[in-house]
C-alpha cells in the first residue's frame, strides 16, 4: 500500500482556486482514534470560511479541510472498544475530511444506516449533529411546538424539517425561490416563505409564532426573529452569513421571556461529540432507517473538483448537501 495520500488544503487565504490538492503521509491512528478510507466528504459553510482564511482549524486538528467523512476503517487504535476495521461507518471531523484517508475520535463515529450508500453517508454528521445539538437539545424542541427555520434548503436546513416533522414539530421554512420553497415543502414544512418577496415575520405571527427559531443569517434577522418568538420561545444561532453584530431591543426579550443562545461545534471536547454521538444514534438513526429523515443531496464533485465544488456552495445555488465522492 502506498504510504502517501492526496489531502485537500487552502494555504492562502482566497476564493475556490486557493484550494490545493496535495500529497500527504497517511495518517496513522492515536489511542481513542480510527483511520477511515474515505468514500466520500461533506461540504459545509465552515470549509468555505477555512479557504478563505476566517476559520482556522482548532488547536491540534488537521489543517486538511473536511467536518466530515464516510467509508471503511481501515484501522484502529488501542483502547477502541466499539469499532473494527471493515465496518461502514461516518463521522465527524475537526478537520481532515477532504482526503483518501482521514483520522477520527471513535466517540464521533456512527454506523453507516444500511439504507444509504457510502457517498450519501457523508452528508449525515455535520448537519445532524449540528441540528440535534442546537435545535433538539438548546432548543429543547419539543413534539407539537413550531420550529421557524432560515436557508430552509440548505444542508442544515433540510436536516432539521425532517428531523423536527419526525418528532412531532411544525415546521416554517424560509428559501430564496419558488423551487427551494417547493423542496422544503416535500420535506414536512407546514409553512414554507419566500425570503424575498414575503414577510417571514407578518406569515409566522399570523401562524402563531415560533417556539424555536434556528439561524444562519444572523444581522438584522435576529431583531425579526426576535418578534416571531411566542413567549418562551428559544433563539439559536449556529452562523451569520449578515454578519455577528447585531442591535436588539432587550424589552421583547424580558417581556416575552426569551432565550437567546447558539454553539459551534468543531472545537467542543471529544467526550461532548461521543455523548451528541450516542444521543442521535439512539433517536436519529431510527428515523433514517424508517425513510422520515434523508440526506437532500444537491450534487457530488470528485476529490479533483474540489474547486467547482466550492464555487458551487458559493453561489448559493445548491439546495441540500454537495458531496466530494472521494
Known amino acids: 500500500m502506498s504510504q502517501t495520500m492526496r489531502a485537500v488544503t487552502a494555504p492562502e487565504p482566497g476564493g475556490?482556486?486557493?484550494?490545493l490538492i496535495e500529497t500527504r503521509p497517511i495518517p496513522v491512528p492515536e489511542e481513542g482514534q480510527v483511520r477511515i478510507k474515505s468514500a466520500a466528504a461533506g461540504i459545509n459553510r465552515p470549509d468555505i470560511f477555512q479557504r478563505?482564511?476566517?476559520y482556522p482549524p482548532p488547536s491540534g486538528a488537521s489543517d486538511i479541510l473536511g467536518?466530515?467523512?464516510?467509508?471503511?476503517?481501515?484501522?484502529?487504535g488501542?483502547?477502541?472498544?466499539?469499532?473494527?476495521?471493515?465496518?461502514?461507518v461516518c463521522a465527524l471531523l475537526s478537520g481532515g475530511g477532504y482526503a483518501d484517508y482521514a483520522i477520527a475520535d471513535a466517540g464521533s463515529?456512527?454506523?453507516?444506516?444500511?439504507?444509504?450508500?457510502?457517498?450519501h453517508c457523508a452528508g449525515l454528521p455535520e448537519t445532524v449533529f449540528t441540528v440535534w445539538a442546537n435545535v433538539f437539545e438548546s432548543g429543547a424542541l419539543q413534539p407539537g411546538e413550531t420550529l421557524l427555520v432560515h436557508g430552509g434548503s440548505s444542508g442544515i436546513g433540510t436536516t432539521a424539517i425532517q428531523m423536527a416533522v419526525a418528532q412531532g414539530a411544525k415546521v416554517i421554512a424560509t428559501a430564496g425561490s419558488d423551487e427551494k420553497c417547493a423542496l422544503c415543502?416535500?420535506?414536512?414544512?407546514?409553512?414554507?416563505?419566500?425570503?424575498?418577496?414575503?414577510?417571514?415575520?407578518?406569515?409566522?405571527?399570523?401562524?402563531?409564532?415560533?417556539d424555536v427559531v434556528l439561524d444562519m443569517v444572523g444581522g438584522d434577522y435576529v431583531s425579526r426573529n426576535l418578534q416571531s418568538l411566542k413567549p418562551g420561545g428559544r433563539h439559536v444561532s449556529i452562523a451569520f452569513l449578515n454578519g455577528s453584530r447585531v442591535e436588539i431591543d432587550m424589552m421583547p426579550v424580558m417581556l416575552k421571556r426569551l432565550i437567546?443562545?447558539?454553539?459551534?461545534?468543531?472545537?467542543?471536547?471529544?467526550?461532548?461529540?461521543?455523548?451528541?454521538?450516542?444521543?442521535?444514534?439512539?433517536?436519529?438513526?431510527p428515523w433514517l432507517e424508517s425513510g422520515a429523515v434523508k440526506p437532500v443531496i444537491d450534487s457530488v464533485h470528485t476529490l479533483d473538483d474540489v474547486a467547482n465544488a466550492h464555487r458551487r456552495m458559493d453561489s448559493?445555488?445548491?439546495?441540500?448537501?454537495?458531496?466530494?465522492?472521494i
Open 185 to 210: 415543502e416535500g420535506l414536512g414544512a407546514r409553512e414554507v416563505i419566500n425570503y424575498r418577496d414575503q414577510d417571514f415575520v407578518e406569515i409566522t405571527r399570523a401562524e402563531g409564532g415560533a
Open 67 to 76: 467536518l466530515e467523512v464516510s467509508g471503511v476503517i481501515d484501522a484502529v
Open 109 to 119: 463515529v456512527l454506523p453507516c444506516p444500511p439504507c444509504l450508500d457510502l457517498t
Open 52 to 54: 478563505m482564511g476566517f
Open 78 to 88: 488501542n483502547n477502541v472498544a466499539r469499532w473494527n476495521v471493515g465496518d461502514a
Open 316 to 325: 448559493g445555488d445548491h439546495a441540500g448537501k454537495i458531496l466530494l465522492s
Open 260 to 285: 437567546l443562545t447558539g454553539s459551534t461545534l468543531r472545537a467542543r471536547p471529544v467526550s461532548e461529540k461521543a455523548r451528541l454521538a450516542s444521543a442521535i444514534e439512539a433517536t436519529v438513526w
Open 16 to 19: 475556490p482556486d486557493a484550494l
